[in-house]
């Protein structure tokens, strides 16, 4: 049987050549590119990488167009609901659903790790107290490596495993301590026996001086959102890992290179930029301006929480956030709440402009977010942590699968250069 090929003719030379087509398991197939420069001397170019897989991946699948999302072939829909951050985060890095011991001794480990070394926590008090908490992850989260160098020999599969560990655990604690910091509260230590995010909501939320019980609807809500943002394939911070992983970086070090790329609002930081932008909105009349506003290619506004890179149909994580965001509502704050009610007109409109339409504009996760984490108070700077720590799963997860492939170099694109030709130095008194 013929192999699936594809041939490519230079149309000035003449030269032919046919180049494999590579079938994964979903998803359109990819045309092994891999000796076009040799057999053509030219490169490739496709900025944003909209054609090019970087990687061969078997962790998440998406399809754009049907609004699918499976992690290890499980849809997002049924993870969501029977299923809990932690054991998401098993199946990201080992690939299966875990049986009971496994789980427990999983869970055991995550715990084992949730505390920070004091000396990391010296490390706050040289951040102004109004430092944004992203700048702060990006700092503490890249010096863990100064901290933990039993699990820095990224050749070794254990080291991988711990760092993965310790990445997942730790975490929460990091970013409680970037709030804490941020209001100048004491840090509030690890208690393991709430679960990880009813550890995460008392280490943001409790103080020594009282009592403070976890909000089982907050805590589930957290949950839910923390495994809808466990992992994306190879979107921005997930490349950037991979990439600063190539050269065989410190898994810490090449988080922090993820949380960095996160922060920028056309990634994580859009949750921050949707309430920033409904503030700003204001009110249901003002609707048709911001409108117009996004729709105008001479204005740099745009409608935040708004389109996907991939998801061109819907994004099947903001259907699941927006129910759960009427239920944070309808239990913890106020469904009338003129935020929502903006929110969701603000939705309304947009999807039946023929601007969103046309354009196949559809809200995404981040839409959403933002405003369940405004009712669970937390603040909107915050916003963008809370996604790091949930994406840290997806993160560890692609760099483990990253440094065991066989195939795995360093990751160095070619560009197409245009800037001045090879010209002369001119000495200071010649110049014009
Ligand atoms: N508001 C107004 N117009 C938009 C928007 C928007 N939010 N998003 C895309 N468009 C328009 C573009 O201007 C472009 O119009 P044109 O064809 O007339 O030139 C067209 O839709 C296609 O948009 P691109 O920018 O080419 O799409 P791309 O795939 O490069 O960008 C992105 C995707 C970055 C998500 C973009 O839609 C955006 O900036 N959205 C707002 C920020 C946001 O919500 N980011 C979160 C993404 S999800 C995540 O990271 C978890």
Redesign the pocket.
């Known amino acids: 049987m013929a192999k699936d090929t594809i041939t490519v003719t230079d149309n000035v030379t003449g030269k032919s050549i046919e180049l494999p087509i590579c079938h994964g398991t979903h998803g359109p197939g990819a045309v092994d590119i891999g000796v076009f420069f040799k057999e053509f001397g030219y490169v490739t170019f496709d900025p ?1 990488f ?1 054609s090019t897989a970087s990687c061969r991946s078997a962790i998440t699948y998406i399809d754009g167009d049907k609004g699918q999302l499976l992690y290890r072939g499980y849809p997002i829909e049924q993870l969501a609901e029977k299923s809990s951050f932690l054991e998401v985060a098993y199946l990201m890095l080992y690939g299966e659903l875990p049986q009971q011991p496994e789980l427990d001794g999983f869970l055991g480990n995550i715990v084992r790790h949730t505390m920070i070394n004091e000396s990391l926590k010296g490390f706050y008090q040289g951040f102004y107290h109004d430092a944004h908490p992203m700048a702060i992850m990006v700092g503490v989260v890249g010096s863990l490596s100064a901290f933990y160098h039993d699990s820095t020999d990224i050749r070794n599969p254990e080291h991988r495993e711990i760092a993965a560990h310790r990445l997942i655990a730790k975490m929460p604690t990091i970013a409680a301590a970037c709030y804490k910091h941020s209001i100048g509260e004491p840090f509030v230590y690890p208690q393991n026996k709430l679960g990880y995010c009813g550890n995460l909501l008392n280490m943001m939320f409790s103080v020594p001086c009282e009592e403070y019980e976890v909000d089982p609807i907050a805590q589930k809500a957290l949950d839910m959102i923390f495994i809808l ?1 466990a992992d ?1 394939e190879q ?2 911070s997930t490349s950037t890992i991979r990439l600063a992983g190539s050269s065989a970086a410190n898994p810490f070090a090449c988080v922090a290179s993820g949380i960095a790329a996160l922060w920028g ?7 921050e ?2 309430l920033h932008m409904l503030d700003q909105i204001g009110d249901v009349k003002n609707i048709p301006k911001f409108l117009e506003k ?2 105008d ?1 001479n204005d740099p ?9 991939i998801y061109k149909n819907f ?1 099947p994580r903001a259907t699941l956030i927006r129910k759960m965001c009427h239920e944070v509502l309808a239990k913890l704050g106020d469904e009338n709440d003129p935020l929502f009610e903006l929110a969701l007109k603000l939705e309304e409109v947009a999807l039946q402009d023929d ?2 339409k046309q ?1 196949k ?1 559809y809200p ?4 959403y977010s933002g405003i369940i984490y405004k009712v669970l108070g937390i603040p909107t700077n915050m916003f963008t942590v809370m ?1 790091a720590i949930a994406r840290t799963v997806g993160w560890v997860s692609q760099w483990m699968e990253m440094i065991g492939d066989p195939d795995q170099r360093i990751a160095r694109p070619r560009q197409l250069y245009e800037g001045a030709a090879m010209r002369d130095y001119v000495d200071m008194n010649k110049r014009s």
Do not use: C
């Open positions: 944003g909209v943002h994306h979107n921005a609002p056309a990634h994580g930081g859009a949750n930029a949707v996004a729709k290619k506004f745009r409608l935040m929480g708004f389109g996907h890179r994004d601007y969103f354009r504009l995404n996760v981040d839409f996604f």
